[in-house]
């Protein structure tokens, strides 16, 4: 009589050919979806004349809030890779990256054409003489070039360290949407600097983690 067939362990399924993260295929599409939401949750809110008495104002804040909390998002998977070793954070980086680049054109272009009206001089006066706008502006600039880059034919083509040193400018994106935001609040800047303190949080673990590997090394 043969023995039962063991059940296949995920060390051995792995090396059998089977990806190890075939079971989080669903992720990425899913965090895109869900980030969608409160795009439609803001149009019909606006269908509906639920925005309040300046909705073009609620609409900048929500778009521009969303950028936020989505760019600082995805800063925070290699910091919680680092500090739980969950791995599924960098699963979902690209499009938390991209869906804060998606809401960042969203508000520059609400404010360009249904608040500015696309008075191209008036838009220009904004950038250069309010500075709340010309940070917002500048940090919009900066996410460009990683939405361009980020697939992996851009990866391959640029090389991983360059394309390591062009991506550190979501660092430079989140501290300028932080300023933007703190600008923009005047008064109660509570929540500015909330996102402040959490990405002072995310490079203290990554500067953290750097000095522990350079320690580590063998010299």
């Not at 509906?48 to 998977?77: F, K, M, R």
């Not at 109660?188 to 350079?214: C, N, W």
Request: aromatic share 8%; glycine share 8%.
């Amino acid at each position: 009589m043969r023995a039962p067939a063991r059940t296949m362990s995920p060390p051995r399924a792995a090396a059998a050919g089977v990806p190890a993260g075939r079971k989080l295929a669903w992720l990425p599409p899913a965090v895109v979806a869900g980030g969608l939401i409160p795009l439609a949750v803001l149009g019909v809110r606006a269908g509906a004349g639920a925005l309040g008495p300046d909705p073009v104002a609620e609409a900048l804040n929500q778009l521009g809030l969303l950028a936020l909390v989505l760019l600082v998002a995805s800063l925070a998977a290699t910091p919680v890779k680092l500090v739980s070793g969950w791995t599924f954070p960098l699963r979902i980086r690209k499009e938390l990256g991209l869906l804060a680049f998606f809401y960042a054109c969203a508000h520059f272009l609400t404010y360009a054409i249904v608040d500015q009206g696309l008075e191209v001089r008036a838009i220009v006066e904004d950038i250069t003489e309010r500075p709340f706008i010309l940070a917002g502006f500048v940090a919009l600039l900066a996410l460009v070039p990683l939405a361009a880059t980020s697939t992996a034919r851009m990866l391959k083509r640029l090389g991983a360290a360059r394309w390591k040193r062009l991506h550190r400018l979501a660092y430079v994106a989140a501290v300028l949407g932080i300023v933007h935001f703190f600008l923009r609040v005047k008064k109660d800047t509570t929540e500015p600097m909330i996102y402040g303190a959490l990405l002072a949080l995310l490079f203290a673990v990554r500067i953290a983690s750097a000095v522990l590997r350079r320690r580590a090394a063998p010299r």
